[in-house]
């Protein structure tokens, strides 16, 4: 099992950035692969990017691709997403997900197993 903390949320003007962080708990971390998702107001869950156990593989949703960037260090239990060139429809509480091993739904909530509680992010106009 594991456990996941994110922290870098805040308050930016658009055209900003920020660099989001999610710490996991547990010996075996590099046999995840972790996602990001976002939630807006009344809106569903969303994928915004994942990465694949050895941070060799990224894939974004098309809405941050060129924006956004995924990243990990294994050796610190870490994973990333510098987000730039935020626009006010980024707002939205971003989560971090863990899956062990293999999942057929890299881009779908029901690919993940394990999930932080959300930190904020707000872009004003």
């Known amino acids: 099992q594991v456990q996941l903390v994110e922290s870098g949320g805040g308050l930016v003007q658009a055209g900003g950035s920020l660099r989001l962080s999610c710490a996991a708990s547990g010996r075996t971390f590099s046999s995840y692969r972790m996602g990001w998702f976002r939630q807006a107001p009344g809106k569903e869950r969303e994928f915004v990017a994942t990465i694949s156990g050895s941070g060799g593989h990224t894939y974004y949703a098309d809405s941050v691709k060129g924006r956004f960037t995924m990243s990990r260090d294994n050796a610190k239990n870490t994973v990333d997403l510098q987000m730039n060139s935020l626009k006010p429809e980024d707002t939205a509480v971003y989560y971090c997900?863990?899956?062990?091993?293999?999942?057929?739904?890299?881009?779908?909530?029901?690919?993940?197993?394990?999930w932080g509680q959300g930190t904020q992010v707000t872009v004003s106009s």
């Open positions: 997900a863990a899956v062990r091993g293999f999942s057929g739904s890299v881009a779908y909530t029901r690919g993940y197993d394990y």
